[in-house]
Nanobody, 130 residues
């Protein structure tokens, strides 16, 4: 069974940086997709960024374009979300999610759809505040 463990959240001042990690285990296929989602209180879940296991295809939401970078380390089976230039509106619980099989289509313009992901981590809180 696929398990996901997020880490790296915390409290940071506006303009600061954080790196979230999503350690994955239990994949039965070398092909999979990882997505980062976030949900702020009173708001709908938002697909922030997603990546194929090869790293060849990525997507970023417009709200984080140019500030966040997603990457994958296949040796460690870990996906990272480097977040720079953080804003108060980035405050949310961040979740990583996984799909096993590499069937999710990722393009620069097709958003990360939560319904396409079968496995979810427990979430990590990111708070951007002075």
């Amino acid at each position: 069974q696929v398990q996901l463990v997020e880490s790296g959240g915390g409290l940071v001042q506006p303009g600061g940086s954080l790196r979230l990690s999503c350690a994955a285990s239990g994949f039965t296929s070398d092909l999979y997709t990882i997505g980062w989602f976030r949900q702020a209180p009173g708001k709908e879940r938002e697909g922030v960024s997603c990546i194929t296991s090869t790293g060849a295809n990525t997507y970023y939401a417009e709200s984080v374009m140019g500030r966040f970078t997603i990457s994958t380390d296949n040796v460690k089976n870990t996906v990272y979300l480097e977040m720079n230039g953080l804003k108060p509106e980035d405050t949310a619980v961040y979740y990583c999610a996984a799909e096993s099989g590499g069937l999710v289509v990722i393009t620069p313009t097709r958003g990360c759809e939560g319904w396409e992901y079968d496995y979810w981590g427990q979430g990590t809180q990111v708070t951007v505040s002075s």
